[in-house]
């Protein structure tokens, strides 16, 4: 019920194209969606996030996809950067004061030049 | 000031050793977190504090124990650790009130530790 599965595990991009990771849950409680994106030997810097009464969000080239019906989301990154390359994580959460954030396994994102 | 800030970045210590991680923020957040990272996966929640009480503790060995001294300070104290407690420990902070954008959680740049 927890759980938060993402994919793919890692993916290999050439510049300037669309990298696409999928997550889906199962719990419909959750009610916030962020995308963390990490460095190596950095903390998780939290991209874009959404919440279910939204269908779509877009923060320049990032946007999340949200289907609450398939209890899908998905990060879509446009005109793909070598700086881009990271590992993605998706993470759900159900706020009541703090909020505990169910991480999906991270998408490692490799663009090319 | 959006920051979290966290000290050491690197830590080497042995088992029979005693140490202490050390994370600040000063965004007025009243929820602070302790995570474990280890390579290639994800964040693993360890402890929550929310108004510098303890209200979450994953599980954890004892022989990791948190402290929050005050509504901008985490402190995690080490004791015999083992060498599997080799990771990246985060911290993180949001405003322990609200939901979803207003209490998105900002994570610190973490300590390596190195457990010999």
């Known amino acids: 019920q927890q759980q938060v599965k993402q994919s793919p595990q890692s993916l290999i991009v050439q510049k300037g194209g669309i990298s696409i990771i999928n997550c889906a849950y199962e719990?419909?409680?959750?009610?916030?969606f962020p995308w963390y994106q990490q460095f190596p030997g950095k903390g998780p810097a939290l991209l874009i996030a959404i919440r279910p009464d939204v269908s779509e969000k877009k923060e320049g080239r990032f946007t999340i996809s949200f289907n609450k019906s398939a209890k899908q989301f998905s990060l879509h990154i446009m005109d793909s950067q070598p700086g881009d390359s990271a590992t993605y994580f998706c993470?759900?959460?159900?706020?009541?004061?703090?909020?505990?954030?169910?991480f999906g396994k991270g998408t490692m994102l490799l663009v090319s030049p | 000031d959006t920051e979290v800030t966290q000290t050491p970045k690197h830590l080497v210590m042995g088992m029979t050793n005693k140490k202490s991680l050390k994370c600040e923020q000063h965004?007025?957040?009243?929820?602070m977190y302790w995570y474990k990272q280890k390579a290639k996966k994800p964040p693993e929640l360890m402890f929550v504090y929310s108004y510098e009480k303890l209200s979450i503790n994953e599980s954890v060995p004892s022989r990791f124990s948190p402290e929050c001294p005050n509504s901008s300070l985490l402190n995690l104290h080490l004791h015999a650790l083992q060498p599997e407690d080799s990771a990246l420990y985060l911290c993180?902070?949001?405003?322990?009130?609200?939901?979803?954008?207003?209490?998105?959680?900002?994570f610190g740049p973490g300590t390596r530790l190195t457990v010999l």
């Open positions: 993470a759900a959460s159900m706020n009541s004061g703090y909020s505990t954030l169910t």
């Open positions: 719990n419909t409680a959750f009610d916030y």
């Open positions: 993180a902070s949001s405003h322990g009130q609200g939901k979803g954008e207003n209490n998105e959680q900002f």
């Open positions: 965004m007025g957040h009243r929820a």
